[in-house]
């Protein structure tokens, strides 16, 4: 059974910075894709980042110039660097796993001064 475990988020002002974890266990992080995503309150979910199994990385609106995605084999582990934050950045955020759709439960981030 793979699990997903997500960490590194809190308050932050606008225009910091964070690192977001995704700690995956069941399986090797190098062998299945990794997707991040986020849901603000009333808003739909919507995709932010994906991996793919040969580390080939994709950035999506409304995050790709202000994101950068990476993967730690070692440690089982992608994280989610985000810069430049902005209120409209608060959300919860997840990853997800495509190949048997599996998700964290999530890491909140709230942008405020």
């Known amino acids: 059974q793979v699990q997903l475990v997500e960490s590194g988020g809190g308050l932050v002002p606008p225009g910091g910075s964070l690192s977001l974890s995704c700690v995956v266990s069941?399986?090797?992080?190098?062998?299945?894709?990794i997707y991040w995503y986020r849901q603000a309150p009333g808003k739909e979910r919507e995709l932010l980042a994906t991996m793919a199994v040969g580390g080939t990385v994709y950035y999506y609106d409304p995050v790709k110039d202000r994101c950068s995605l990476h993967r730690d084999n070692f440690k089982n582990t992608v994280y989610l660097d985000m810069e430049r934050l902005m209120p409209e950045d608060t959300a919860v955020y997840y990853c997800?796993?495509?190949?048997?759709?599996?998700w964290g439960q999530g890491t909140q981030v709230t942008v405020s001064s």
């Open positions: 997800h796993s495509p190949w048997g759709d599996y």
């Open positions: 069941g399986g090797a992080v190098y062998d299945r894709p």
